[in-house]
Structures are given as structure tokens and as C-alpha cells.
């Protein structure tokens, strides 16, 4: 007896095997290149972005420059930090606002409160008197924040 010979499938026939049997159509196609430049361009912008977005919580002083200059740390947790600046007029400011020397023990009393592992960043401007920056970095120790940093330029 005869065995019955089977038809193949579908997917099987004719000439197209890659285009799973259905002759002339073609399917999408996804061009890769022009994808992958799209990408790279939304991660410089997005880089760009984030990069200008860090904040300085101080005022505009004319850095002294040192050799031995390093980074703070974390930009996220440089962000928490109280910045303290003085100007080349002695005038000193709590972030952005200007206070007298005689509030300073007040405010950072409140922030050593308030945080819970309190940073001090004190900015000075170059030509300002040393005096009124050792009273700020004297004040800042009176009150128990050990985590203090003077921010310079590097050289």
C-alpha cells in the first residue's frame, strides 16, 4: 500500500521561506541608524539639562583659588547644605539672605535642629578681611556642626 504523500505547510512554500510563505509582501521595516542617532541626541540634551540645573544657594563671590581644591561631595547632598557667604564688604548672608552677625547663632541653631546631619559650606570673597570669615567658621563650631567646608576655585 501507498502511503499518501503531505502537502508542507504554509510557512513552508515556494521560493519566499523568509517571508513566511506570503509572496510579494514585505514586512516593516526599522531603519536602526537614524534611531540610534535620535537617542544619542536626547541624552546630550538631557545631559546638558541636568547640568545646568545645579543650584547655588549662595551669593555671587569672587572666589580666593587653591591648588589642593576638592569637591565637597554629592551634589545631592551638598544641596542640603547651609551656605554661608561673606562679601568683600564684611556683609554676611545665610543662604541668600542677608543677616547680621548676631542672628547667625539663631539660624544655625534652628538648621542643626531642623536637619539631621547638618553641612555647612562657607563661601568668601577673596578680598574680604579673614576676621569675619573666622567669626562665621568660630560660630558654626560654637553651635556643634562638625561637617564644615570653605569653598574655593581651583588653580
Known amino acids: 500500500m501507498r502511503r499518501p504523500r503531505c502537502r508542507p505547510w504554509p510557512w513552508r512554500e515556494g521560493p519566499d521561506v523568509a517571508g513566511g510563505g506570503r509572496r510579494g509582501k514585505k514586512g516593516a521595516r526599522i531603519e536602526i541608524i537614524p534611531l540610534i542617532d535620535i537617542i544619542f541626541f536626547l541624552l546630550a540634551t538631557f545631559i546638558m539639562v541636568s547640568l545646568s540645573m545645579s543650584k547655588n544657594q549662595g551669593v555671587n563671590v569672587a572666589l580666593p583659588g587653591a591648588s589642593t581644591a576638592q569637591s565637597l561631595g554629592d551634589q545631592s547632598e551638598m544641596e542640603k547644605a547651609v551656605t554661608l557667604s561673606v562679601n568683600d564688604k564684611g556683609e554676611l548672608f545665610f543662604n541668600k539672605d542677608k543677616i547680621l552677625p548676631t542672628q547667625l547663632p539663631?539660624?544655625?541653631?534652628?538648621?542643626?535642629m531642623s536637619s539631621k546631619d547638618p553641612?555647612?559650606?562657607?563661601?568668601?570673597?577673596?578680598?574680604?578681611?579673614?576676621?569675619?570669615?573666622?567669626?562665621?567658621?568660630?560660630?558654626?563650631?560654637?553651635?556643634?556642626?562638625?561637617?564644615?567646608?570653605?569653598?574655593?576655585d581651583k588653580k
Not at 106 to 112: A, G, I, S, V
Not at 125 to 150: H, M, N, P, S
Request: hydrophobic share 45%; aromatic share 8%; glycine share 8%.
Open 119 to 152: 553641612k555647612v559650606i562657607i563661601n568668601s570673597d577673596g578680598a574680604a578681611d579673614f576676621k569675619y570669615v573666622v567669626t562665621v567658621l568660630d560660630e558654626v563650631r560654637k553651635i556643634g556642626i562638625a561637617k564644615v567646608g570653605i569653598n574655593t
Open 106 to 112: 539663631m539660624r544655625l541653631q534652628t538648621y542643626k
